[in-house]
Structure formats: C-alpha cells, structure tokens
C-alpha cells in the first residue's frame, strides 16, 4: 500500500505489466504440409489430454463459413499455393492461445505453428515451448499421398484414395466402408481440395522449404 501522504502530493504512479503468456505446456508438430501431423496430433490429443490447434484447419474453416477482406485475402493466398503472412498467423494463434477456450486441459498442441524463423520469434511472447516433434516424408511421396487426400464436402471428414508401396513405405488407402465415393458419416460425396493437385502441392513443397 501506498502512503497516503505520497497521493495528496500528487505524484502519479505507473503500473508495468508483462504481456500475458500461455502458461501451460506447448507441444509443437513440425513437418511439410501433408507429412502427417494432423493425424499423429488426434492420437496425441488423446492420450496427453491436450487440444490440437491446426492454423490450416483454422484457415480453411475460415474460408468456407466467413465472409470478410480478411478470408478473401487469405483464399487467394492458399488458392495459390503460397502461406499465409507471419502477421496473420501471428493475430489468429494470440487470439486461441490467450483465450484458453480448454480449461481442464494441460496444455496444446500446435500444427503448423511456427513455421518461419520469424513466427518462432513471435512464439517467444506468446508462451514457452515444452517440446517439438518433426516429421518427414520424401517429396514423391508427400506429392502422390496428399493428391490422393478426399474429404466429404459436408462434414469434411478425411479420406485418401492414394496407394503408395515402394521404396520401404507402405501405406494403404484410407476408403470409405459403404460407397468409394460417398462419406461414411453423412453420405455426402467425396471432394479433392483445391490446394491438393500436383502442381499447387510442388509449389507448396518449394515454399515450407
């Protein structure tokens, strides 16, 4: 407590205050897109009782349910094969990890976030990093596994029509149980995202690298 007689003589006194931080454990999952992260990170979310946040579900979630500058903006970005700016990403994960929306949970999973020496920069104001996992495919493979990707265009639950066995991998589709073409869930067809041909995949490959 202040003394009374400090405050009648009219001295002002200023309060710093450090920026908030993410105070639990952070898990980052690093990897080019399609390398697997995203499926590693439910299993993890699982067992460590942790939340994954994936900033490109986060964006493509944009895209399809928000209408402003902001997701057009970032559509023609992904639509493109490029990544989204550092600033963007930067305001989408202070806003979830600030918020804390999982308060029982004993920490996050991060996919996708940083992906560049300045969004590791960024990181260090937003919380402490407990431990990274980085995952790699060769780019053949990555190319062939993500042009096989399908979601339904209804509940986007994920499927992959690709079949890859050579070279010590060995990875099998992943089909729906009823109809090859329609989503077990609601019975909506199958779709290929936009940015999963060959040609935006390469040069989404070229830009993580």
């Given at each position: 407590?202040?003394?009374?007689?400090?405050?009648?003589?009219?001295?002002?006194?200023?309060?710093?205050?450090?920026?908030?931080?993410?105070?639990?454990?952070?898990?980052?999952?690093?990897?080019?897109?399609?390398?697997?992260?995203?499926?590693?990170?439910?299993?993890?979310?699982?067992?460590?009782?942790?939340?994954?946040?994936?900033?490109?579900?986060?964006?493509?979630?944009?895209?399809?349910?928000?209408?402003?500058?902001?997701?057009?903006?970032?559509?023609?970005?992904?639509?493109?094969?490029k990544l989204v700016g550092d600033e963007i990403v930067y305001k989408i994960m202070?806003?979830?990890?600030?918020?804390?929306?999982?308060?029982?949970?004993?920490?996050?999973?991060?996919?996708?976030?940083?992906?560049?020496?300045?969004?590791?920069?960024?990181?260090?104001?937003?919380?402490?990093?407990?431990?990274?996992?980085?995952?790699?495919?060769?780019d053949d493979i990555l190319v062939e596994k993500l042009a096989g990707r399908r979601?339904?265009?209804?509940?986007?639950?994920?499927?992959?029509?690709?079949?890859?066995?050579?070279?010590?991998?060995?990875?099998?589709p992943l089909m729906p149980k009823n109809n090859p073409e329609l989503c077990d869930?609601?019975?909506?067809?199958?779709?290929?995202?936009?940015?999963?041909?060959?040609?935006?995949?390469?040069?989404?490959?070229?830009?993580?690298?």
């Open positions: 407590m202040f003394s009374k007689n400090l405050l009648r003589r009219g001295i002002n006194f200023f309060f710093w205050r450090k920026p908030a931080r993410y105070a639990k454990p952070i898990l980052l999952l690093m990897g080019a897109p399609g390398v697997g992260k995203g499926t590693y990170g439910k299993r993890l979310s699982k067992d460590w009782n942790m939340p994954v946040f994936s900033t490109g579900e986060h964006l493509r979630n944009m895209l399809k349910n928000e209408k402003s500058a902001l997701a057009d903006q970032i559509r023609d970005i992904v639509q493109s094969g202070e806003r979830r990890l600030l918020q804390d929306e999982d308060k029982d949970a004993k920490g996050i999973i991060l996919d996708g976030f940083p992906r560049t020496v300045d969004q590791a920069k960024m990181m260090e104001k937003l919380g402490t990093v407990t431990a990274a996992m980085n995952f790699f495919l060769r979601e339904c265009e209804k509940c986007h639950t994920p499927y992959n029509v690709a079949t890859i066995r050579r070279d010590g991998y060995d990875m099998d869930t609601c019975n909506e067809k199958l779709v290929q995202r936009q940015d999963d041909t060959p040609e935006v995949i390469k040069d989404r490959l070229e830009v993580y690298k």
